[in-house]
């Protein structure tokens, strides 16, 4: 995540690229915060998928509360959101970036993971009484992502309903065996 800077998607984005099919050189610009699927105009093959995302849901652990799990968001880095955590005064050790997943929209994917994990809880805060993979797998299952960080991802995921191949997110159609079927399970 380091070394790219954020693109303001208000702005258009312009993309020059060599067509690996074709070998011409053509320019592209993108606006919006569409998914769409770049096209060569000289030979029509798929040149670059592009799709935004809005930011984060991040999992983070603390040495100091061992038997609390933090679920927040970020639009940042997760690694800056940590650093501004760890920078205040009033936290006693620093936190420790557990995992994280690309989310599309994560003020209501916090909400959900809240939501569902509302049973254990602190009170008014972003802290629950979980273990990480619990914790993980919500965020995952919530974000339809698979997790990054140093658990990584927890073993569940989206699969084929079929033939059990990890698939990127809910309802996407399986290479392995050509059906559009998922269900959420290790």
Known sequence: MHGIPAIDTHMPLEIKYVCSNCRKQQAITISGTETENILCPSCGSTMLETRFMSGYLYVLTNPAMPDLVKIGITTRPV???????????????KFVVEAYCESSDPATHERLVHQSLGGVRVSGKEFFRVDV????????????????????????????????????GLDTFCGRCQRNSSKWSR
């Open 133 to 168: 993979k619990t914790a993980i797998a919500e965020v995952q299952k919530t974000t339809g992502t698979f997790a990054q960080g140093r658990e990584g991802a927890s073993g569940y995921c989206w699969r084929c309903t079929y033939c059990n191949a990890p698939l990127p």
């Open 79 to 93: 690694e800056d959101r940590v650093a501004e955590l760890n920078s205040a005064t009033g936290v006693p050790d």
